[in-house]
T-cell receptor, first 115, second 114 residues
Framework: AQKITQTQPGMFVQEKEAVTLDCTYD???????LFWYKQPSSGEMIFLIY??????QNATEGRYSLNFQKARKSANLVISASQLGDSAMYFC????????????FGKGTLLTVNP | NAGVTQTPKFQVLKTGQSMTLQCAQD?????MSWYRQDPGMGLRLIHY???????DQGEVPNGYNVSRSTTEDFPLRLLSAAPSQTSVYFC?????????????FGQGTRLTVV
């Protein structure tokens, strides 16, 4: 079984500052993938970034980067230069061996960006 | 480009009623999944399908049925609705690919069982 733990129910950040959202995981699979999704108040799920278990470099997508520490089983999302539109719920998820049809999600972190 | 379409967007049911949540995708994805989202719980997998005619259970399958007769459609059936099934339901589709492929989500169906 796989498990995702997001220990920060809510986070606050000032506009233009960077913020790190924590995610730790547990899995017995050797090959797995880690995903981050954003859910704004409108409710849709927006894919942000992916990290594969065998990727040697941390993933980056624009202002999003993933701080992947395999030995510590952590995959923290870093958002640089926060914008008001970044205010949303953020979910970390894990899939086994690339099977992205069976995602296990964490409980999420509600990020609020203050002007 | 419609992507993943869920209908209806909102639904109120009485306990014991049955209904089907519809999900259709136009991306020719082989994989489709249903999740439910409850407050403070994140998304949990209900059922999934890896292709037409093939379905399997996820983490919380009780009270739900699925079938996949075509690549495009993956309906979720509630046979006898219970208040515990009040939730937001998301359908997702994806395809196989390396190193990864993105799972696309529908807009969600907010279901209330009274």
């Amino acid at each position: 079984a796989q498990k995702i733990t997001q220990t920060q129910p809510g986070m606050f950040v000032q506009e233009k500052e960077a913020v790190t959202l924590d995610c730790t995981y547990d899995t017995s699979d050797q090959s797995y993938g880690l995903f981050w999704y954003k859910q704004p108040s409108s409710g849709e799920m927006i894919f942000l970034i992916y990290q594969g278990s065998y990727d040697e470099q941390n993933a980056t997508e624009g202002r999003y980067s993933l701080n992947f520490q395999k030995a510590r089983k952590s995959a923290n999302l870093v958002i640089s230069a926060s914008q008001l539109g970044d205010s949303a719920m953020y979910f970390c998820a894990i899939s086994g061996g690339g099977s992205n049809y069976k995602l296990t999600f964490g409980k999420g972190t509600l990020l609020t960006v203050n002007p | 480009n419609a992507g993943v379409t869920q209908t209806p967007k909102f639904q109120v049911l009485k306990t014991g009623q049955s209904m089907t949540l519809q999900c259709a995708q136009d991306m020719n994805h082989e994989y489709m999944s249903w999740y439910r989202q409850d407050p403070g719980m994140g998304l949990r997998l209900i059922h999934y399908s890896v292709g037409a005619g093939i379905t399997d259970q996820g983490e919380v399958p009780n009270g739900y049925n699925v079938s996949r007769s075509t690549t495009e459609d993956f309906p979720l059936r509630l046979l006898s609705a219970a208040p515990s099934q009040t939730s937001v339901y998301f359908c997702a589709s994806s395809s196989w690919g390396r190193p990864y492929t993105e799972a696309f989500f529908g807009q969600g169906t907010r279901l209330t069982v009274v």
